[in-house]
C-alpha cells in the first residue's frame, strides 16, 4: 500500500506504508501540538489536537518527558529547550533567530560592542544569534554555543523568569565549580543574585565567567510578555568601571527590548 509524505513546501511524494513508522509520526504530531496558543496540556488536551487515543498520547507525552523533551507536573506538560537539540544545526534558520539577528546587528553597530541571544536549556544556555564587534572571551561564541547559566548575564535573566522554586532546582543541579575568583559558587548567593535580577528586570556579570569580560542583560518578551529569551551585550572591564556599563547601555538594550516586544507574537 502507498502512502503520500510531503517532503517539501511543494513536492508530495508516495513511499510504501511498511517504509514509515507510524509511532514516530505519532510523537511528532504530539511534539507539533504544542505552540505558543498552547504551551501547557494535558493528556486529554493533546489527544483532541492529534486525533490520537488517550493511551497513545499518554505513552508519547511519557516518553518525551522521560527523555528530557517535557516536563510533566502530573497534569500538565510543557515542552523543554532540549527539543531544540533536534535540529540544533538549523538554529539561525529559526524564526526567532531571523527576526532578532537585524536588531542584533543594529545594536552593536550603535553600541560599539558585540551583542547576543540566548535561551534556557536546562542548565546552560544557547546562544540563537550573534553580532560581534570584536572578540572578547577566549572562547569563540557562535549560535549553537553553550554556557552555564548560573553565572552568566543571559542565564540569570532566564532563570530570574522561571518560578523560584524551578530556578532553585537548576542551580543546585548545575556544576558550580569556580571559574574565575569572581564566580559566585554558593546556591543561596547565586539564587539570591537571580533574585536581585528578578526585581530590577536586567543582570550585570562582573567577569565571573572570564577575567576582563562584563556582560549586561536584559529579558527578552514576546507581545504577551512572556519571557522568551535574553539579549546582552559584552565589554571588555578595561574599557570603564562596572558601575557605569548599566547606566551606559541598559538603555540601548531596554529600546531593543521594546521593539522586539512589538514584533515577537
Not at 514516530?24 to 505552540?35: C, D, Q, R, W
Not at 483532541?48 to 510533566?72: M, V
Not at 543574585?193 to 536586567?202: D, K, L, N, P, T
Not at 565567567?209 to 519571557?227: F, H, T
Request: hydrophobic share 45%.
Amino acid at each position: 500500500m502507498l502512502i503520500f509524505v510531503r517532503a517539501t513546501p511543494r513536492i508530495v511524494r508516495m513511499v510504501n506504508r511498511t517504509d514509515v513508522i507510524a509511532s514516530l509520526g505519532k510523537g511528532l504530531a504530539v511534539l507539533e501540538s504544542f505552540g505558543a496558543e498552547h504551551p501547557r496540556q494535558s493528556i486529554a488536551e493533546v489527544a483532541l489536537a492529534t486525533g490520537l487515543d488517550r493511551a497513545t498520547a499518554r505513552r508519547c507525552l511519557l516518553t518525551l518527558h522521560q527523555l528530557g523533551y517535557a516536563e510533566y507536573d502530573g497534569k500538565f506538560f510543557t515542552l523543554t529547550p532540549r527539543v531544540l537539540r533536534l535540529g540544533l544545526g538549523a538554529l539561525a534558520a529559526l524564526p526567532l533567530a531571523q527576526m532578532v539577528q537585524p536588531w542584533l546587528d543594529q545594536l552593536s553597530d550603535q553600541i560599539g560592542q558585540s551583542c547576543s541571544v540566548a535561551i534556557l536549556d536546562g542548565t546552560d544556555i544557547v546562544y540563537l544569534a550573534r553580532a560581534a564587534q570584536r572578540r572578547v572571551m577566549s572562547v569563540g561564541l557562535m549560535p549553537g554555543s553553550r554556557l552555564p547559566a548560573h553565572c552568566t548575564s543571559m542565564g540569570r535573566v532566564l532563570l530570574a523568569a522561571l518560578p523560584p522554586d524551578r530556578a532553585r532546582a537548576l542551580v543546585e543541579a548545575s556544576d558550580l565549580s569556580p571559574r574565575t575568583r569572581h564566580s559566585l559558587t554558593d546556591p543561596d548567593e547565586i539564587l539570591a543574585e537571580i533574585a536581585r535580577v528578578r526585581s530590577q528586570g536586567w543582570a550585570l556579570n562582573d567577569q565571573e565567567v572570564e577575567i576582563g569580560l562584563r556582560s549586561l542583560a536584559v529579558p527578552v518578551r514576546n507581545g504577551k510578555g512572556r519571557v522568551v529569551a535574553a539579549l546582552n551585550t559584552g565589554m571588555a572591564a578595561l574599557q570603564q568601571e562596572a558601575a557605569t556599563v548599566v547606566a551606559t547601555y541598559l538603555p540601548a538594550l531596554l529600546r531593543v527590548q521594546d521593539g522586539l516586544r512589538r514584533v515577537l507574537h
